[in-house]
């Protein structure tokens, strides 16, 4: 599990409040050029994006608004090599996720990317810490220390107490701060989360907003937030909204 660094002894930075910051200069962790996506339909081609162009820079936290269809989750697949796009670059942590095999984008997402979606999606058959612990397997870690792994991650959620339950004995916040620690539990330099408070109540959505922007902090993360909550999207580094096939800084320019 990654240290936390020096600095981030406040859990949520001014930077990280201001919505106008500006990104930082330097090199891009995420970097996308010309990005399309188009599918085919019953009435025809329908296509996402136009020439699309994203830069996210190590340490930020950036959300992502705009209305329902817009392709937030779309582009969220591809930065996480979940699929493919039409025509453009996709480069995440010095890697061309758009050349990957199935086999080799599977390897980079369990070693790079941590995804939490809308739905916790947890197994369940299995108890909350064994969910935790699920990619550290899938990676071939012995039981006992992946298992020792997820119990200090079932700590850093506040949930050491509900390692044996299963999901169905958890409530939805519970269900989804699992969801956020197997997310991490591999030590991913990339967050990214898709509707994470979606199916939240508005108290228990910051709950879980606030440790999501603590544990970016604390565990150097990069993270891109797919929201429809203006107010949760106000508190990240940036705001972009994604309509019409380009990504638009909120309230500025492109």
């Known amino acids: 599990m990654k240290q936390a660094p020096a600095a981030a002894a406040n859990p949520v930075s ?12 330097g090199t891009s962790i ?11 339909t019953a009435r025809g081609s329908l296509t996402l994006f136009h020439g699309l162009d994203l830069d996210v820079y190590p340490g ?13 989750s779309t582009l969220l697949h591809i930065l996480g090599a979940l699929d493919a796009p039409t025509a453009g670059t996709v480069h995440c ?13 599977a390897a980079f997402r369990n070693s790079t990317i941590g995804y939490v979606w809308q739905f916790h999606y947890l197994l369940p058959e299995f108890t909350a810490l064994e969910n935790v612990a699920m990619p ?24 050491e107490e509900r390692s044996e339950h299963r999901p169905g004995e958890l409530s939805g916040g519970e269900q989804q701060r699992i969801a956020l620690a197997r997310a991490l539990v591999g030590g991913p330099r990339l967050l990214l989360a898709d509707e994470p408070t979606g ?9 879980i907003f ?12 990069t993270s891109i937030v797919v929201t429809h909550n203006l107010d949760l999207a106000a508190r990240c580094a940036r705001t972009l909204r994604l309509e019409h096939g380009r990504l638009t800084a909120l309230g500025g320019a492109s």
Not at 14 to 25: F, I, K, S, T, Y
Not at 30 to 40: A, H, M, N, P
Not at 199 to 207: G, I, N, P, Q
């Open 136 to 159: 550290l397997l899938a990676r071939g870690q012995d039981r006992r220390t992946a298992l020792a792994t997820a119990s200090k991650w079932m700590q850093e959620v506040g949930l």
């Open 30 to 40: 995420i970097q996308v050029r010309g990005l399309e996506k188009t599918y085919s």
């Open 14 to 25: 001014r930077d990280l409040r201001n919505p106008d910051a500006r990104a930082p200069e």
């Open 60 to 72: 930020e936290l950036v959300a992502i608004v705009g209305q329902s269809g817009a392709g937030k």
């Open 93 to 105: 942590a010095s890697t061309n996720v758009a050349e990957l095999s199935q086999r080799q984008a």
């Open 210 to 221: 606030d440790l999501l922007q603590r544990l970016h902090v604390t565990h150097g993360l």
């Open 199 to 207: 199916d939240l109540d508005e108290a228990t959505a910051r709950r």
